[in-house]
């Protein structure tokens, strides 16, 4: 079922959902299911598998020399929503990127998602690799959201890139993409950021799914903003419990937000990453009821595979 469905089956009533990341590869699922099966009790009706750019590595060949190559370190995206969907009956939206994929290679992994009964499909530009400065094209592939949103969108009407098929059934997927209430990076204003949300949402996405944020001011005011600007689709909330010191300075930095004074200053006067970690929890606590309260469609959480501080949040929120 489509997330859509999903938040209009709800009639206003607050969902409950969270993303997860692939374990790195040479590792097996079990750790991932037993990370995810105490979540299912709070009954989420969708869960999102992110994916990761593609990194490089040096391999050291007998004469000395090293010979850089490429490895995708945790792969397996749409394999785990599908795993997820049939296991235990939950619907499954896999993130896919433009970076590190050509245009043939999404619509490939489009159709294996078509097969597999996947109905979403979160659309990301992606970061740029770990070793690079800028985000770089992929020859041949999708250059900004914007255009995988707009070969989704296709193929949802059955428009394929070759035009020689002998049927060219549609496949209806339910397309997210993300918002930025502080906004991207590299948006040189919010303005311009919403801008570009707008695009992707008038070429065919249907709700978006916001970065992460730690004062719900942030949101309320982009989802008005958002509205002004004619983007009606729901935008669900991203949450990310704070569980180290290291946090504070590593977050605003790789995702360009700011922290609540007060957080800064009940986080400083932790003595470990447990007091740090019961902080986190009771900030997201805080900030889920007001959400909440304000009927936002879901609740979408940044697990990163760890559910023991998800379950103490969400059992004091539903
Ligand atoms: P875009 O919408 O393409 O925007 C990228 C930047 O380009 C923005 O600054 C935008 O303002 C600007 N822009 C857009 N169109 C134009 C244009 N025509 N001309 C000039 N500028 C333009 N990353 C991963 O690698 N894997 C994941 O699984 C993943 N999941 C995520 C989930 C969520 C909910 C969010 C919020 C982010 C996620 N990310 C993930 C991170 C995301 O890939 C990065 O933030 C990335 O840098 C931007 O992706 P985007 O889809 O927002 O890009």
């Not at 590595?57 to 370190?73: A, D, Q, T, W």
Request: charge should be neutral; aromatic fraction near 10%.
């Amino acid at each position: 079922m489509k997330v859509t469905e999903h938040i209009a089956k709800a009639q206003g009533k607050t969902l409950f959902s969270f993303e997860i990341v692939p374990p790195k590869k040479g590792n097996s699922i079990e750790e991932l299911y037993k990370n995810i099966e105490p979540l299912l009790e709070f009954k989420p009706p969708f869960i999102d598998v992110t994916t990761s750019r593609e990194e490089f590595y040096y391999k050291e060949h007998s004469n000395g020399l090293l010979e850089k190559k490429i490895v995708r370190m945790r792969p397996g995206t749409v394999g785990i929503c599908s795993a997820i969907q049939h296991k235990y009956n939950v619907d499954t939206v896999p993130h896919v990127l433009c970076g590190g994929f050509t245009r043939e290679e999404t619509e490939d992994l489009l159709v294996d998602c078509f097969y597999l009964g996947i109905d979403n499909i979160m659309a990301l530009r992606g970061d740029a690799m770990k070793e690079e400065k800028y985000f770089r094209p992929t020859k041949n592939g999708n250059v900004y959201a914007l255009d995988l949103v707009k070969q989704i969108n296709d193929l949802r009407k059955g428009i394929y890139l070759h035009d020689t098929l002998e049927n060219n059934t549609g496949m209806d997927f339910c397309i997210g993409v993300a918002g930025y209430p502080e906004k991207h990076i590299e948006a040189p204003s919010k303005t311009f950021d919403l801008e570009k949300l707008k695009e992707k949402v008038d070429n065919g996405a249907d709700y978006v799914v916001t970065q992460m944020f730690f004062d719900n001011k942030q949101y309320f005011d982009f989802v008005e903003k958002a509205r002004q600007m004619g983007i009606n689709v729901p935008i669900i909330p991203g949450i990310k419990p704070i569980s180290v010191k290291r946090h504070l300075n590593i977050i605003p930095q790789a995702f360009f937000l700011d922290f609540p004074e007060e957080l800064v200053k009940e986080i400083e006067k932790c003595k470990n990453n447990n007091e740090v970690k019961q902080v986190g929890i009771e900030w997201a606590i805080a900030q889920s009821k007001e959400l909440r309260q304000a009927g936002v469609p879901s609740l979408h959480y940044y697990s990163m595979g760890k559910s023991e501080n998800i379950i103490q949040i969400i059992s004091k929120v539903f």
